[in-house]
């Protein structure tokens, strides 16, 4: 890695993902993307309220950007049913999938966001979000497509000024070379602290942790996953 990269770069207008759709959707997958995601997603322009997103009161509201096939946010859900939760995802065959778990199991503290994350940080009000989960991002491993990276100074910026007090932002990856990347720019950003006391506390999973698909995949092939919690001061 080398950190004499700046994140200010014309590469940064590019987007942080990559495909946008997969293998072809089935008939009711095609349904509930026309059906169910107006119904879930979040309004396109104007300041957001993330309380009155949703159609009871909620105790807190988190941010999972790229869900992926949705595992982990689905979990959480379960787990934290007085907790609102909005899924940042661009590829419409992970949407399709969460979208299938919050209807069979009426979930309705989920809301959705298919586009990219940077569009919708902005939007948020000062320390309205209690947590924010980005787990196994695109690593982008070739030194021309570092800066796609999600974690940037400027996202760093906007997820501490989201975060309330005390909230946390949990990341996690199999690749040391992002860990890295990532450690280097929570550094910079004077408003997250990394919790970190020992090793154990980026070599152990957090402790509702679900675990997901790719994780169990590059588990299997030996890749060790790392898990950074870094709170707002």
């Given at each position: ?17 990559g495909?946008?759709?997969?293998k ?26 993330p309380?009155?997103?949703?159609p009871?009161?909620?105790?807190a ?5 790229g ?9 959480q ?20 999938k ?14 959705f966001?298919?586009?990219?994350a940077?569009?919708?940080?902005p939007?948020l009000p ?13 690593p ?11 974690v ?10 989201v ?7 949990r990341?996690a ?16 950003c004077p408003?997250?602290r ?6 154990a506390?980026?070599t ?6 679900p ?10 092939e ?7 919690t870094?709170r707002?001061?």
């Amino acid at each position: 890695m080398d950190d004499h990269d700046t994140d200010a770069s014309p590469e940064r207008a590019r987007a942080f993902y990559g495909r946008r759709k997969g293998k072809r959707l089935r008939p009711g997958q095609e349904e509930r993307l026309a059906d169910l995601l107006p119904r879930l997603r979040l309004p396109e322009t104007g300041r957001l309220d993330p309380a009155a997103l949703f159609p009871r009161p909620v105790a807190a509201t988190w941010l999972e950007i790229g869900f992926g096939g949705g595992e982990h946010l689905a979990a959480q859900a379960r787990l934290n049913p007085e907790t609102g939760i909005i899924g940042c995802e661009p590829f419409v065959n992970g949407v399709v999938k969460l979208l299938r778990t919050v209807d069979d199991e009426e979930i309705d503290t989920v809301r959705f966001w298919d586009r990219d994350a940077m569009e919708l940080l902005p939007r948020l009000p000062d320390a309205s979000i209690g947590r924010v989960f980005l787990l196994y991002p695109d690593p982008w491993p070739k030194r021309r497509q570092r800066k796609r990276r999600f974690v940037s100074d400027d996202s760093l910026s906007e997820i501490a000024r989201v975060l309330q007090p005390g909230g946390e932002f949990r990341f996690a990856s199999d690749i040391d070379d992002y860990v890295g990347w990532t450690l280097v720019r929570a550094a910079r950003c004077p408003a997250l602290r990394w919790t970190a006391a020992r090793a154990a506390d980026w070599t152990t999973p957090w402790p509702e942790w679900p675990g997901t698909r790719y994780e169990a995949k590059t588990t299997a092939e030996g890749r060790r996953p790392t898990y950074l919690t870094f709170r707002r001061v």
